[in-house]
């Protein structure tokens, strides 16, 4: 089986969109990272415009394949692509120990930028530039996508936060991040410091400095277009978090953030109902492989 998938991604066209399981060997978390990929209908890995890519993050003690096997990324992105709302686009679907942080039990946020992107964009025919990357992800991948978005607006065009366990300033009593490895001290404690370091509510002011306007009409950096949404019964109070998280991006880059709500709670249910909104506002800013040169 292995051999079989090796032959199809090394073969210059797939003739029909799949999704497949593959693994390599992380050095900076010296393990192997597992991801999933999604490779859309005619893929052809000789193309000479690259594909637009989307990093596609799991929630807490989720895994590569939740967006798949509960997600319907696949139905979700052929369905979208078929009726032109989206162009062919690869997905990556990354596994992760962590909350995409550099927490106490792995150094997951390095690992994504260090080893998996390079690793991406050499092994698959997808674009390297800004206008073709994007990041999303549900509850702690959706804190993961916000916090790689303001770190690194160099890197994405647009991203997606689903229902983001961004909680401020610390998570509810209920959340699993008080029990997540990523941010139990050597005591088995939940660190409250470590937690606000690496919220997002620690990235905005360098973000809003670098892509404010000067006085001059210029900027440092484009900012990332963001998308949310949320379950209005939410127990973990989802909603009040992405409103907070709305009004705080909407001052930095008014006009440059959706928020939806949806019934229900913090449940596969609601991701899958905003999968396809979110798409859609995400590729309203990145660029089709057709113009992709053009800017």
């Known amino acids: 089986m292995a051999s ?10 797939v003739l029909a969109s799949d999704v497949f399981y593959q693994q390599f060997f992380s050095p900076t978390l010296r393990h192997h990272y597992p991801y999933s990929v999604y490779l859309p209908d005619g893929y052809d890995a000789d193309a000479s415009t690259p594909y637009p890519v989307v990093y596609l993050l799991h929630g807490s003690f989720g895994n590569e394949r939740d967006w798949v096997s509960r ?24 596994g992760s120990r962590s909350w995409w942080v550099d927490g106490y039990n792995e150094p997951a946020r390095s690992a994504f930028f260090d080893d998996l992107l390079p690793h991406i964009e050499s092994a698959y025919n997808v674009g390297s530039e800004r206008q ?9 991948g959706g804190y993961g996508a916000l916090n790689f978005s303001l770190e690194r607006p160099d890197m994405f065009a647009a991203a997606a936060a689903l229902s983001p366990a961004s909680y401020v ?23 409250r410091e470590r937690w606000k370091a690496l919220n997002y ?27 949310i949404s949320a379950g209005r019964s939410d127990v973990y109070d989802a909603e009040f978090h992405a409103r907070l998280l709305r009004q705080t991006m909407e001052k930095i880059q008014p006009g440059d953030v959706r928020l939806d709500l949806y019934p229900g709670g913090h449940t ?28």
């Open 4 to 13: 079989l998938i090796g032959g199809l991604l090394l073969s210059s066209h």
């Open 71 to 94: 997600g319907n990324l696949p139905q979700v992105a052929d369905r979208l692509i078929a009726a032109g709302h989206l162009p062919p686009t690869v997905f990556v679907m990354p």
């Open 132 to 140: 073709l990357r994007g990041v999303a992800g549900l509850s702690a």
């Open 169 to 191: 300033p610390e998570p509810p009593a209920n959340s699993s991040a008080r029990r997540h490895p990523a941010f139990l001290n050597e005591q088995g404690e939940f660190d």
């Open 201 to 227: 509510t620690a990235h905005l002011e360098d973000y809003r400095l670098n892509v404010t306007p000067r006085p001059t009409g210029t900027r440092e950096m484009h900012p990332v277009p963001l998308y």
């Open 268 to 295: 596969w249910r609601v991701w899958r109902a905003s999968l396809p909104a979110a798409l859609n506002f995400m590729f309203q800013h990145i660029e089709p492989p057709a113009t992709s040169s053009s800017e």
